[in-house]
């Protein structure tokens, strides 16, 4: 707590009396660069910070995004209550330690892995799905290496096998951990990690095949199963014991709620590990992602470490240390609040609402759908005819009327293939599934009132310029003085609606 | 939002909280649960067992910030469904973030133009930002070995034996070898000469610690800056220093300004500082500064079209919230430079009036320095009765949780108590706390020598088992059973005062 000094000067006085508006904090330039030299009132401090914040997005309309954005109120008093809770003093906080212990039993039992009732599994809550891969990444490297130093090979090239689809992170695992990727590339039309061609690619040095549930680009499941089988014959072939990992950051909490009898966990053989992001469809704030193993065996004992930090033993394999506590009990909370019955509740709430989205899309008749119906609820759409128009635009004109949705190219070799990808969250209705739909028509209709612009604006995800160049459409001078009265007229129209 | 059924038969919502029948069904510890429950009782539930938790401001053991002012509380919960990593949708934050790195580098004298903003990261932790730094020395060490032809695959560190865990998972995670300036008797931080003694090719870099975690010492920085920069003028290896500054980081520029230890030193490449400690913000920030944009590899850097745009990162995890980079900023502009230094003289103030009421009991040896993280780390002038982890035990009944813990190689046989101050250890808990004190060592001191079991656990995970036994009579044996007793209705008075107190 700041001691405050008695205020003897006088016209320090009469700025306390102000009222937040009134007081000159808020004329005085923001510190960008350098700490202020002296104290503001909290008020002053609060309204400045929260003011600037109004121009960020609205995270709720953000419909780029798989990350949880609404919960309970309930669930916001327990946050609220736990913040200043240091998740790693597990000698401190036992109850907490012991809830994480909880949700990871009853995510591994989720995943129906092979352990008995009362017995406990292996896994650990982590900050996301980046951390997560990573330490699944780290146990399967180091497994390979002490296998192959057992057998008195080179052990310096690891390598892992994915589709180019995967999510960044596992690129980052590759660069930071100095492991080869080797990507099976997409095809157009097939735009998840080919099972067939993923097991081609397989050598010695791979320390594992990652496959995706629910892939950022389309949400399409890809098939574990058909890659344990031929996975399973190769290894026979060869010996090389090669395991799979399922990259299940967004399908692990739909998959056994919507497709029960889907299988692509621990039912299968050669899956090692596993990983959800808490907070995407686990329906909880940013900041929560957990790896479960599927035995002890799996998880080298080396990368454990037994520290003794502030007076007991505590046993730690996070990359992170000091964290706050708050999503692990949310991710209680929701687990016991919402039950199996609840999941799948919402699961089924979104999928139809994303079927109600992707049939208001296809009645425009302008557009294709790149989703499939089975995978993460998500409608990724791209125009039927991106000669005059691309996606880009549509999205950058659906800004305008509140909502965020994101437009990209795929990865290769399907780079001339751009998509818009609306993501359905639980908190997203079908009051504003229909609104979408309608805000959709009319960017579209304006859309074709306006001429091709000269250049397009272009993100890529490999940084590779991809060199698409629209035509210039000669304009005469009448066609540019209607380009001018559209302008107005628009302005006039009022296009500003106030979905914030 | 779940969609809700009507409730037939017994209206079950209709039960006050504690009347359902949710209080009495058994916790799921295994296995989800099939069905949904209420709000009101899911909350319950999970509040309730909450309550044995220790109380974060009473956990004494801790450097992260436990409090804050209730209009930071305000920013987070409007923050806490912002997923900080979406850059483009979330611009003002993500600005919030820049400024807060442009702030540190410049408390920290970065060489930088008016202007310029400086190169650095919010990370989780200080963990994160270590692993950050580590990762950046080795490609670039890596990098300057591959040009010039010399192998580049045993890259290793050196630190002193007292560097918080993180450095170890760094080293052996990312394959590099730890090696540690051992330390000894009355010198419990990395000494620079024997550190830059151990420096070889394959450094990558030296890690001085300022504000170590076992005794809240400032390493001498410029020192091992001096000694470094001669032996790299004979050597020609550039070894360069990186600075953990998690604790200190925040202390040192206010409380002592004139202590050369960060970019003023040529050497200094990288920084890093636990936004969460006495950047005062709560559980779950660091920040990570580098020197100019030459010390950060441009390989390490993604640029991703993760949801649309052109996102530059360079981070471990990448979703996560967005509400302690908010709060980081709201210190800093809520505090000022003026405000950090007033929350830390007070600390220091408090730190002086709990070391000398320990000194007053005359029973305890001070073992942690007057400069530094205000910290009291102190041992037992005699420790054949009773030791410092009995002492701590039955502070806990109290309700303080104050931890003892052994010094790392090689000084095992140290046995130390350290209580933290943070800003939110008034005066006032200071002074009972030392009266508390005296209470437990009037009692320890009661009882008889008896067979005391403790088993320390010493950083390398062995357990040292150290039993004393002592032949008692009968007369021996009766007064230990009425002490029993006594601590028994002693604690519970406790307890009940507890109710009533802290809490």
Same mark, same amino acid.
């Given at each position: 707590?700041?001691?405050?000094?008695?205020?003897?000067?006088?016209?320090?006085?009469?700025?306390?009396?102000?009222?937040?508006?009134?007081?000159?904090?808020?004329?005085?330039?923001?510190?960008?660069?350098?700490?202020?030299?002296?104290?503001?009132?909290?008020?002053?401090?609060?309204?400045?910070?929260?003011?600037?914040?109004?121009?960020?997005?609205?995270?709720?309309?953000? @419909?780029?995004?798989?990350?949880?954005?609404?919960?309970?109120?309930?669930?916001?008093?327990?946050?609220?209550?736990?913040?200043?809770?240091?998740?790693?003093?597990?000698?401190?906080?036992?109850?907490?330690?012991?809830?994480?212990?909880?949700?990871?039993?009853?995510?591994?039992?989720?995943?129906?892995?092979?352990? +008995?009732?009362?017995?406990? /599994?292996?896994?650990?809550?982590?900050?996301?799905?980046?951390?997560?891969?990573? @330490?699944?990444?780290?146990?399967?490297?180091?497994?390979?290496?002490?296998?192959?130093?057992?057998?008195?090979?080179?052990?310096?090239?690891?390598?892992?096998?994915?589709?180019?689809?995967?999510?960044?992170?596992?690129?980052?695992?590759?660069?930071?951990?100095?492991?080869?990727?080797?990507?099976?590339?997409?095809?157009?039309?097939?735009?998840?990690?080919?099972?067939?061609?993923?097991?081609?690619?397989?050598?010695?040095?791979?320390?594992?095949?990652?496959?995706?549930?629910?892939?950022?680009?389309?949400?399409?499941?890809?098939?574990?199963?058909?890659?344990?089988?031929?996975?399973?014959?190769?290894?026979?072939?060869?010996?090389?014991?090669?395991?799979?990992?399922?990259?299940?950051?967004?399908?692990?909490?739909?998959?056994?709620?919507?497709?029960?009898?889907?299988?692509?966990?621990?039912?299968?053989?050669?899956?090692?590990?596993?990983?959800?992001?808490?907070?995407?469809?686990?329906?909880?704030?940013?900041?929560?992602?957990?790896?479960?193993?599927?035995?002890?065996?799996?998880?080298?004992?080396?990368?454990?470490?037994?520290?003794?930090?502030?007076?007991?033993?505590?046993?730690?394999?996070?990359?992170?240390?000091?964290?706050?506590?708050?999503?692990?009990?949310?991710?209680?909370?929701?687990?016991?609040?919402?039950?199996?019955?609840?999941?799948?509740?919402?699961?089924?709430?979104?999928?139809?609402?994303?079927?109600?989205?992707?049939?208001?899309?296809?009645?425009?008749?302008?557009?294709?759908?790149?989703?499939?119906?089975? +995978?993460?609820?998500?409608?990724?759409?791209?125009?039927?005819?991106?000669?005059?128009?691309?996606?880009?635009?549509?999205?950058?004109?659906?800004?305008?009327?509140?909502?965020?949705?994101?437009?990209?190219?795929?990865?290769?070799?399907?780079?001339?293939?751009?998509?818009?990808?609306?993501?359905?969250?639980?908190?997203?209705?079908?009051?504003?599934?229909?609104?979408?739909?309608?805000?959709?028509?009319?960017?579209?209709?304006?859309?074709?009132?306006?001429?091709?612009?000269?250049?397009?604006?272009?993100?890529?995800?490999?940084?590779?310029?991809?060199?698409?160049?629209?035509?210039?459409?000669?304009?005469? /001078?009448?066609?540019?003085?209607?380009?001018?009265?559209?302008?107005?007229?628009? @302005?006039?129209?009022?296009?500003?609606?106030?979905?914030? | 939002?779940?969609?809700?059924?009507?409730?037939?038969?017994?209206?079950?919502?209709?039960?006050?909280?504690?009347?359902?029948?949710?209080?009495?069904?058994?916790?799921?510890?295994?296995?989800?649960?099939?069905?949904?429950?209420?709000?009101?009782?899911?909350?319950?539930?999970?509040?309730?067992?909450?309550?044995?938790?220790?109380?974060?401001?009473?956990?004494?053991?801790?450097?992260?910030?436990?409090?804050?002012?209730?209009?930071?509380?305000?920013?987070?919960?409007?923050?806490?469904?912002?997923?900080?990593?979406?850059?483009?949708?979330?611009?003002?934050?993500?600005?919030?973030?820049?400024?807060?790195?442009?702030?540190?580098?410049?408390?920290?004298?970065?060489?930088?133009?008016?202007?310029?903003?400086?190169? %650095?990261?919010?990370?989780?932790?200080?963990?994160?930002?270590?692993? &950050?730094?580590?990762?950046?020395?080795?490609?670039?060490?890596?990098?300057?070995?591959?040009?010039? %032809?010399?192998?580049?695959?045993?890259?290793?560190?050196?630190?002193?034996?007292?560097?918080?865990?993180?450095?170890?998972?760094?080293?052996?995670?990312?394959?590099?070898?730890?090696?540690?300036?051992?330390?000894?008797?009355?010198?419990?931080?990395?000494?620079?000469?024997?550190?830059?003694?151990?420096?070889?090719?394959?450094?990558?870099?030296?890690?001085?610690?300022?504000?170590?975690?076992?005794?809240?010492?400032?390493?001498?920085?410029?020192? &091992?800056?001096?000694?470094?920069?001669?032996?790299?003028?004979?050597?020609?290896?550039?070894?360069?220093?990186?600075?953990?500054?998690?604790?200190?980081?925040?202390?040192?520029?206010?409380?002592?300004?004139?202590?050369?230890?960060?970019?003023?030193?040529?050497?200094?490449?990288?920084?890093?500082?636990?936004?969460?400690?006495?950047?005062?913000?709560?559980?779950?920030?660091?920040?990570?500064?580098?020197?100019?944009?030459?010390?950060?590899?441009?390989?390490?850097?993604?640029?991703?079209?993760?949801?649309?745009?052109?996102?530059?990162?360079?981070?471990?995890?990448?979703?996560?919230?967005?509400?302690?980079?908010?709060?980081?900023?709201?210190?800093?502009?809520?505090?000022?430079?003026?405000?950090?230094?007033?929350?830390?003289?007070?600390?220091?103030?408090?730190?002086?009036?709990?070391?000398? %009421?320990?000194?007053?009991?005359?029973?305890?040896?001070?073992?942690?320095?007057?400069?530094?993280?205000?910290?009291?780390?102190?041992?037992?002038?005699?420790?054949?009765?009773?030791?410092?982890?009995?002492?701590?035990?039955?502070?806990?009944?109290?309700?303080?949780?104050?931890?003892?813990?052994?010094?790392?190689?090689?000084?095992?046989?140290?046995?130390?108590?350290?209580?933290?101050?943070?800003?939110?250890?008034?005066?006032?808990?200071?002074?009972? &706390?030392?009266?508390?004190?005296?209470?437990?060592?009037?009692?320890?001191?009661? &009882?008889?020598?008896?067979?005391?079991?403790?088993?320390?656990?010493?950083?390398?995970?062995?357990?040292?088992?150290?039993?004393?036994?002592?032949?008692?009579?009968?007369?021996?044996?009766?007064?230990?059973?009425?002490?029993?007793?006594?601590?028994?209705?002693?604690?519970?008075?406790?307890?009940?005062?507890?109710?009533?107190?802290?809490?």
């Amino acid at each position: 707590m700041v001691i405050t000094s008695a205020v003897t000067d006088p016209e320090e006085q009469t700025q306390s009396l102000h009222s937040t508006f009134a007081s000159r904090y808020v004329r005085d330039p923001i510190p960008r660069f350098k700490m202020p030299e002296k104290c503001i009132p909290k008020d002053a401090a609060y309204q400045i910070i929260n003011d600037e914040l109004m121009l960020d997005g609205t995270p709720r309309l953000n @419909l780029a995004s798989f990350v949880t954005t609404w919960m309970e109120p309930e669930c916001d008093k327990l946050i609220m209550a736990s913040l200043n809770k240091n998740y790693v003093d597990m000698d401190e906080y036992p109850v907490t330690t012991e809830l994480q212990n909880r949700c990871v039993n009853m995510i591994a039992h989720l995943y129906h892995a092979p352990i +008995g009732d009362d017995e406990a /599994a292996v896994g650990v809550g982590t900050v996301g799905s980046s951390e997560a891969i990573m @330490l699944a990444g780290l146990a399967f490297k180091r497994k390979w290496q002490a296998k192959r130093k057992a057998e008195g090979k080179p052990y310096d090239k690891p390598n892992i096998v994915t589709g180019a689809n995967v999510q960044v992170c596992w690129e980052k695992f590759a660069r930071y951990f100095e492991v080869e990727l080797k990507e099976v590339k997409l095809t157009e039309g097939y735009y998840v990690m080919d099972p067939v061609k993923a097991v081609e690619m397989v050598d010695e040095n791979t320390i594992c095949v990652a496959a995706i549930l629910g892939s950022t680009l389309t949400g399409e499941f890809e098939d574990v199963k058909l890659l344990n089988e031929l996975l399973t014959k190769k290894n026979k072939e060869t010996g090389w014991n090669t395991p799979i990992h399922v990259d299940a950051a967004s399908g692990g909490f739909i998959a056994p709620f919507l497709y029960p009898c889907l299988e692509w966990d621990f039912r299968l053989p050669l899956v090692k590990s596993i990983n959800v992001s808490g907070h995407k469809y686990g329906l909880v704030y940013p900041g929560v992602g957990w790896v479960v193993w599927r035995s002890k065996d799996d998880l080298p004992e080396e990368l454990v470490f037994h520290i003794n930090y502030l007076g007991s033993d505590q046993p730690t394999f996070t990359l992170n240390f000091s964290k706050g506590s708050s999503q692990i009990i949310a991710q209680y909370y929701q687990f016991i609040r919402l039950g199996t019955e609840g999941y799948k509740n919402i699961m089924e709430n979104c999928r139809e609402n994303a079927r109600i989205l992707r049939e208001g899309i296809e009645r425009t008749g302008r557009f294709n759908i790149i989703s499939k119906d089975v +995978g993460v609820p998500l409608v990724a759409f791209s125009l039927k005819d991106s000669s005059q128009h691309t996606v880009f635009e549509v999205s950058d004109h659906l800004r305008k009327f509140g909502w965020i949705v994101p437009a990209y190219t795929m990865p290769p070799d399907a780079q001339h293939i751009a998509v818009l990808r609306v993501v359905i969250r639980e908190d997203f209705s079908r009051g504003l599934a229909e609104r979408l739909v309608s805000d959709i028509v009319k960017v579209v209709d304006l859309l074709d009132t306006l001429p091709s612009p000269l250049s397009t604006k272009k993100a890529h995800v490999v940084a590779v310029a991809n060199n698409e160049t629209s035509e210039k459409a000669k304009k005469s /001078a009448l066609e540019t003085q209607k380009e001018i009265a559209l302008y107005w007229k628009r @302005l006039v129209d009022g296009k500003r609606v106030g979905a914030c | 939002m779940v969609l809700s059924e009507t409730a037939t038969g017994t209206d079950v919502s209709v039960h006050s909280t504690f009347a359902s029948r949710y209080v009495r069904a058994s916790l799921p510890r295994f296995r989800m649960p099939e069905n949904s429950i209420p709000k009101e009782a899911a909350y319950q539930i999970i509040n309730d067992e909450l309550m044995l938790d220790g109380n974060p401001r009473l956990n004494l053991a801790s450097f992260v910030t436990t409090w804050m002012e209730p209009e930071c509380d305000k920013l987070i919960m409007a923050a806490i469904n912002k997923n900080y990593v979406d850059m483009d949708e979330y611009p003002v934050t993500t600005e919030l973030q820049n400024r807060c790195v442009n702030m540190i580098a410049h408390l920290f004298n970065a060489p930088l133009e008016d202007g310029e903003p400086a190169v %650095g990261v919010g990370t989780v932790g200080s963990s994160e930002a270590i692993m &950050l730094a580590g990762l950046a020395f080795k490609r670039k060490w890596q990098n300057r070995r591959k040009e010039q %032809g010399l192998p580049f695959d045993k890259p290793n560190i050196v630190t002193g034996a007292n560097v918080q865990v993180c450095w170890e998972k760094f080293a052996r995670y990312f394959e590099v070898e730890l090696k540690e300036v051992k330390l000894r008797d009355d010198y419990y931080v990395m000494d620079p000469e024997l550190a830059v003694e151990m420096v070889d090719e394959n450094t990558i870099c030296v890690a001085a610690i300022l504000g170590s975690t076992l005794n809240g010492e400032f390493e001498d920085v410029k020192r &091992l800056n001096d000694l470094l920069e001669q032996k790299n003028k004979e050597t020609g290896w550039e070894t360069p220093i990186h600075v953990d500054a998690a604790s200190g980081g925040f202390i040192a520029p206010f409380l002592y300004p004139d202590l050369v230890w960060d970019f003023r030193l040529p050497l200094v490449k990288s920084i890093n500082v636990s936004g969460h400690k006495y950047g005062l913000v709560y559980a779950g920030i660091g920040w990570s500064i580098w020197r100019s944009k030459e010390d950060l590899p441009e390989e390490l850097i993604f640029h991703i079209n993760y949801l649309g745009a052109d996102q530059p990162t360079f981070t471990l995890n990448f979703s996560k919230g967005s509400s302690q980079v908010i709060a980081q900023y709201y210190q800093l502009i809520r505090l000022g430079y003026e405000g950090y230094k007033n929350v830390m003289e007070n600390c220091r103030d408090n730190m002086l009036v709990l070391k000398e %009421g320990l000194e007053k009991t005359d029973r305890f040896k001070i073992v942690s320095k007057d400069n530094g993280v205000p910290l009291v780390a102190f041992t037992l002038k005699d420790s054949s009765h009773f030791n410092e982890f009995q002492v701590s035990d039955f502070l806990r009944r109290f309700g303080w949780i104050v931890p003892a813990y052994t010094m790392p190689p090689d000084a095992q046989h140290v046995t130390v108590l350290r209580v933290v101050i943070r800003e939110d250890f008034s005066r006032t808990l200071a002074e009972r &706390l030392v009266l508390d004190v005296q209470k437990v060592l009037h009692e320890l001191e009661l &009882l008889p020598a008896r067979v005391v079991s403790n088993t320390t656990v010493t950083p390398n995970g062995e357990v040292v088992d150290n039993n004393v036994k002592v032949k008692k009579s009968e007369l021996e044996t009766q007064r230990e059973i009425t002490m029993v007793w006594k601590k028994f209705v002693m604690e519970r008075r406790k307890m009940n005062e507890k109710m009533n107190g802290v809490c």
